[in-house]
């Protein structure tokens, strides 16, 4: 295989006193698991109020934290850099995941297309401060020799580089794409015929297998499933069929009002309007129906899969004695994914020319199936839109915490958190600070904050009332600011388009109070302007589009 040529890396000059790391028992620096699922919906796992079969996920909910305001980026890519970083995508290098190419923002800060020297990776940190890293699964900021996980801070990895795969092998999904997947420093092919999440879940165990004795480690477990295309195993194909006939419609609504009674969302909830665009199931014909339960059927079983997976990694870490010493965190990297890349007006022609979608072949590996915005609308049935938008649709997502260090009573928390504060919550209890320095260049402070003292049961809040958390990826925009939010998703886009929410009152943003509410608004737009200019955001140009053709 062809070898991946590294230069020399510096001694990193982080905040731990190597001297004194042998203070630190095993058991005061725990070992760290991270799962991020791919694409996952708000609705769908059965601890959120979902009706797919996951009991090894809902098991660490129950036995742990599930919070139910947990957001991130509304795309893979930026939700990807700020977990690294525990810093804005835009000071991460990911301002934008789609080429900038002719564009204001071609050329500048925030728009590397990989991760920034800006920033510090918390597996660098960790590394350099006595732990083992792995990385397993999906990569997604940065192709090129200095920006691949080996490069940043894993000692093993095993990584698709791009944003999506077939899941059984190396047939492109795309024209002209580069090699997608590299083991350390090595460019290699997938291994034809296995399962993407089977071949992940196996690398890390294999790592941490191999993992030397007196190290805590830090694994980064990044699923693809159930990201397109909706592909599984033969023993999965059938596993769910006939469960969705009801149609997608019944399902959004059977989700939303369980989460409602389980507490997963507030019991005086509105059902946000279902998109217009979509067609009515009872408008479908026998024929369409029949399809759109299959692609149901599939996603449900990927997810199925997903969280056999985990129930691996947990069983394997409990036969080995780790368990008890390793705090486990498990995370969807934005809403629900809408696209439709078969259908799609530039991907399709090529997709179409090398994968069959007939019925019979819908799920095998030579199918390209994605469930579209009408079973998207199910995933993220209490909020407003799904994956790509900044609506809560696109950032609310689900994240369970468990494990070491859990001490608050297990059950729903209904606080604001969000994706940069992994980083600096995973370096607070390795003991490590983060550098104002390294390698002799000057990094950005870090931007999330910590979240152990909650799960402890220290305290009763991670953010006060004044924190800000805003984002912007590819025109779509949104700043929060205690129980307020404005978010901007124009098309063509247009900076003075946003609209206001308090979302404490109306998770569906549902109804826009920047008309009647004229001075939060402008307070809002101010912090707006000085958060912009903070991380480094240029807007889109006047009238220029989003990049993916969604309907909405």
């Given at each position: 295989?062809?070898k991946?040529?590294?230069g020399l890396?510096l ?6 006193d ?9 058991s005061d ?14 609705t769908d796992?059965?601890?959120?109020g979902g009706?797919?079969?996951t ?7 129950k036995?742990g934290l599930?919070?139910?305001r947990f957001?991130?980026a ?7 850099s700020m977990?690294l970083?525990?810093n804005?995508?835009h ?17 500048k ?8 020297d ?30 691949i996980?080996?490069?940043k801070g894993f000692?093993k990895?095993?990584?698709l580089l791009?944003?999506?795969a ?7 999904i ?8 590299c ?12 399962f993407s999440?089977?071949v992940?879940?196996?690398?890390m ?8 004795k007196d ?13 397109w ?6 023993e ?8 969705y ?7 959004r ?8 009674a389980i ?6 909830s ?8 979509i067609k ?5 014909t026998a024929?369409q ?17 997903l ?9 394997f870490?409990k036969?080995t004695?780790?368990?008890?010493n390793?705090?486990i ?8 994914g809408?696209?439709d ?10 997709i179409r020319k090398?994968?069959?979608n ?10 390209f199936?994605?469930?579209g915005p ?10 407003k ?11 609310n997502?689900?994240l369970i915490i ?9 059950g729903?928390?209904n606080?604001f958190?969000n ?7 995973f370096l ?15 990094v950005?402070?870090?931007l ?5 003292s ?8 991670i953010?006060d009332a004044?924190y800000v ?6 025109g779509?925009?949104?700043l ?10 124009s098309?063509?886009f247009d ?10 009152e ?7 109070l920047?008309k ?13 302007k000085i958060?912009?200019k903070?991380?480094?955001?240029i807007?889109?140009?006047?009238g ?5 053709d969604?309907?909405?």
């Open positions: 295989m062809k991946i040529i590294f890396f001694l990193s000059l982080v905040s731990f190597y001297k004194e790391e042998s203070k630190y028992k095993q620096r725990p070992n760290i698991l991270l799962i991020v699922a791919d694409d996952l919906g708000y796992l059965g601890c959120f009706d797919i079969n009991p090894n996920i809902d098991q660490l909910a036995k599930l919070f139910n957001h991130t509304p795309l893979c890519a930026p939700t990807r977990i970083s525990g804005n995508n000071v991460a290098g990911i301002g934008s995941m789609f080429p900038v190419d002719n564009t204001s923002r071609q050329g800060p925030g728009y590397e297309h990989h991760l920034s800006r920033i510090v990776t918390v597996a660098q940190l960790l590394k350099d401060g006595g732990y083992q890293t792995f990385m397993a699964g999906k990569w997604h900021v940065g192709s090129g020799s200095a920006y996980p080996y490069a000692e990895s095993f990584a791009d944003g999506a077939n899941h059984f092998g190396n047939n492109a795309m024209e002209n794409m580069p090699p997608q997947y083991e350390d420093d090595k460019v290699v092919a997938f291994p034809e015929g296995r999440s089977d992940y879940t196996g690398k165990i294999d790592y941490i297998k191999n993992k030397q190290k805590p480690f830090f694994a980064y477990l990044t699923y693809t499933a159930p990201h295309p909706l592909q599984v195993p033969d999965y194909l059938n596993k769910y069929k006939d469960k006939d009801m149609g997608y419609d019944s399902l609504v059977l989700r939303f009002e369980h989460q409602k507490g997963v969302i507030p019991a005086n509105k059902l946000p309007p279902r998109l217009s665009s009515l199931w009872q408008q479908l024929e129906k029949k399809i759109e339960s299959r692609k149901m059927e599939l996603y449900a079983a990927m997810v199925d899969n969280d056999r997976q985990v129930g691996e990694m947990v069983q870490l036969d004695k780790q368990l008890d390793t705090l965190v498990f995370m969807a990297d934005n809403g629900a809408a696209e890349f078969y259908n799609h007006p530039g991907f399709g022609p090529f090398h994968y069959d007939s019925y019979d072949n819908m799920g095998k590996a030579s199918s199936v994605s469930y009408q079973w998207a609308q199910v995933g993220a049935a209490p909020f839109l799904f994956k790509e938008f900044p609506t809560e649709g696109g950032i997502t689900p468990s494990g070491k260090y859990v001490k608050r009573t297990p729903i928390e606080v958190i994706v940069m504060d992994l980083a600096p919550t607070e209890i390795a003991h490590i600070s983060y550098p104002e320095m390294y390698n002799n260049k000057k950005m402070p870090i999330g904050q910590s979240f152990l909650f799960i402890e049961g220290k305290s009763k809040t953010h004044n958390y805003g984002l912007e990826h590819y779509g925009c949104l929060i600011k205690g129980n307020w939010k404005i978010t901007n998703t098309d063509p900076e003075t388009a946003f609209e206001l929410y308090k979302i404490d109306d998770w569906g943003e549902t109804k826009d920047s009647s509410q004229p001075k939060k608004l402008i307070e809002m737009m101010n912090e707006w958060f912009k903070k991380v480094g955001i807007p889109l140009d006047k220029e589009r989003i990049h993916l969604i309907i909405r």
